[in-house]
């Protein structure tokens, strides 16, 4: 029984902190009024100015294309056969040192 009582208790009081926040989200719907009893925004666009919103991401990105300056990257410089063909043999030899300390491990 006294374990009932304390389950009781415990009931009551969530019941009171739910009504305290009932009634705090009541006062705050009253206070912002229209904006949620109507469920619409307080911002809205006729329908003459939608069609005109919807095509000025486009017509802004044009205006950036046309006024952008294109600046040509600059390439790498290629190496010439004669390093090209050093430069293998330093990897070959450096392949091939490395095979022969695997092996002997």
């Known amino acids: ?3 009932l009582n304390g ?3 415990l009931l ?6 739910l009504q305290r ?3 705090g989200i009541t006062a705050a719907i009253a206070a912002f009024g229209k904006a949620y009893v109507n469920g619409t925004s307080v911002r809205s666009f006729s329908a ?3 069609p005109q919103l919807a095509t000025a991401p486009g017509a802004q990105g044009a205006k950036a294309r046309k006024t952008q300056k294109i ?3 600059k390439r790498k410089p290629t190496p010439s056969a004669t390093v090209e063909k050093k430069a ?10 490395a ?3 695997k092996k002997s491990a």
């Open 71 to 73: 600046v040509p990257m």
């Open 88 to 97: 293998a043999a330093v990897r070959k030899a450096r392949s091939a040192k």
């Open 7 to 9: 389950v009781l208790l």
């Open 21 to 23: 926040e009932l009634s």
């Open 12 to 17: 009551k009081k969530e019941e009171e902190r």
């Open 48 to 50: 003459a100015d939608r």
């Open 99 to 101: 095979k022969a300390a």
């Open 1 to 3: 029984m006294f374990v």
